[in-house]
Structure formats: structure tokens, C-alpha cells
């Protein structure tokens, strides 16, 4: 079965530093997708990046960046210059779509992160 | 803008009633997911249809809940009846899957169930 571990349940960075978010999961699959979502306290989920295994190079999106280690099972988000708006809850997600036509979106837990002024 | 929509909002009702959660997914969207959040699991999948057929309801509890996409534009998340455990936010989102192109879930705001 499918997991994705987020190790830190909660992280705090300072105004305009940098934090790196770990994610870890676990498939015997080769083809997937991995995505980093966001949940500010008003509850909607936001897709902040996305990762397509198949792909080398590591997704970037403005301040928003992944450390993408595919033999070590390993997807950490990283943002730069970090702002009062970026606290939120981070899920890491897994997603497979098996060719029956089934697909599967697997979370971790979520890392809660506050950003201090 | 396109969005998903997920109908009530808040919803409050006591243990042994039926509700019933609604939900439309972006237009063209043929996938749609229906999640459960709780402080304890996390996000936890209940239902996947694709094309408007069920393909994975495995999370889901078989003898209270049910899930139905009864039109391309409208999906539905049944408990009957309702029980205190059963209190959690309740997500839908829809997608567009295609061949091998699998591409970004978009979520509605959840529907909060309180059952008391």
C-alpha cells in the first residue's frame, strides 16, 4: 500500500527566511505524481506545486521549490523569502493512476507551518 | 471561474439522521474524489468516480455511506444514519484524467458535519 510521511508535524520560520518541508512515501509504482498542497485556516485546499516522477528535473514554482529524490522516496518543499500569507497546513500527496482506470490520491498527515513576523 | 461547489457549508444534526453532502464538479472534469478530514486521520479517501462510475470506494463504511454521481454535474455523499464519529469536514474535488495525463485536483471548501 501506498504512504506518505510527513516527519514534522509543525515548523515556524521567520519573515523572508527559508524552510524546507519534508515528505517521504512509499510505492513500488514508477509512474506517479507528487503534489504539495495547501490549507490556510479558511479550509480550502490549494495545489501550491506538482512533481511528475518521470521527470529529473525539480518543480519550481516562484518562491516555491521541491527537492525531488526519486530512489530515496523523497519529496521536500522548499520556500524562499517566506511571508505572513504562506502559514497554512502543507500536505504532501501521492497520486497513481492504475491502467484498470482506477487513480489514487494519497496525503500525509500535514505539517503545520507558522511564520513569524 | 471555474470552481467545485460542495453543499451544506456547515452542517449540524443529530446522531441517527440522514445527510445528505452535494457536490459539482468543474465542468469537463471527469474524476471526482470524495475525502474525509479529521484531526486523528488526516485526510482520508472515501470514494473515486471516474466518468461517473465508482471505481474505489474501499474507504468507505459500506453500511452507513453511500456515494452516487447521478449526472455529470452533480455528485452526492449519503450517511444514514449519521453517528458522533461521523463529525469531520468532508471534501470533494474533481479532476481531468486522460490516457496517461492525470492532472491537479481541484477542491471544493468542504462541508462541515457536527453530529451530536
Known amino acids: 500500500a501506498q504512504t506518505v510521511t510527513q516527519s514534522q508535524p509543525e515548523m515556524s520560520v521567520q519573515e523572508a527566511e527559508t524552510v524546507t518541508l519534508s515528505c517521504t512515501y512509499d510505492?513500488?509504482?514508477?509512474?506517479?505524481?507528487l503534489f504539495w498542497y495547501k490549507q490556510p485556516p479558511s479550509r480550502q485546499m490549494i495545489l501550491v506545486i506538482r512533481?511528475?516522477?518521470?521527470?529529473?528535473q525539480n518543480a519550481t514554482e516562484n518562491r516555491f521549490s521541491v527537492n525531488f529524490q526519486k530512489a530515496a522516496k523523497s519529496f521536500s518543499l522548499k520556500i524562499s523569502d517566506s511571508q505572513l500569507g504562506d502559514a497554512a497546513m502543507y500536505f504532501c500527496a501521492y497520486k497513481v493512476h492504475y491502467q484498470g482506470g482506477s487513480e489514487k490520491l494519497v496525503f500525509g498527515k500535514g505539517t503545520k507551518l507558522t511564520v513569524n513576523p | 471561474d471555474a470552481r467545485v461547489t460542495q453543499t451544506p457549508r456547515h452542517k449540524v444534526t443529530e446522531m441517527g439522521q440522514e445527510v445528505t453532502m452535494r457536490c459539482q464538479p468543474i465542468l469537463g472534469h471527469n474524476t471526482v474524489f470524495w475525502y474525509r478530514q479529521t484531526m486523528m486521520q488526516g485526510l482520508e479517501l472515501l470514494a473515486y468516480f471516474r466518468n461517473r462510475a465508482p471505481l474505489d470506494d474501499s474507504g468507505m463504511p459500506k453500511d452507513r455511506f453511500s456515494a452516487e454521481m447521478p449526472d455529470a454535474t452533480l455528485a452526492t455523499l449519503k450517511i444514514q444514519p449519521s453517528e458522533p464519529r461521523d463529525s469531520a469536514v468532508y471534501f470533494c474535488?474533481?479532476?481531468?484524467?486522460?490516457?496517461?495525463?492525470?492532472?491537479?485536483?481541484?477542491f471544493g471548501e468542504g462541508s462541515r458535519l457536527t453530529v451530536l
Open positions: 510505492t513500488s509504482e514508477s509512474d506517479y505524481y
Open positions: 512533481q511528475e516522477a518521470y521527470k529529473q
Open positions: 474535488a474533481s479532476g481531468l484524467t486522460a490516457g496517461r495525463f492525470s492532472g491537479e485536483l481541484f
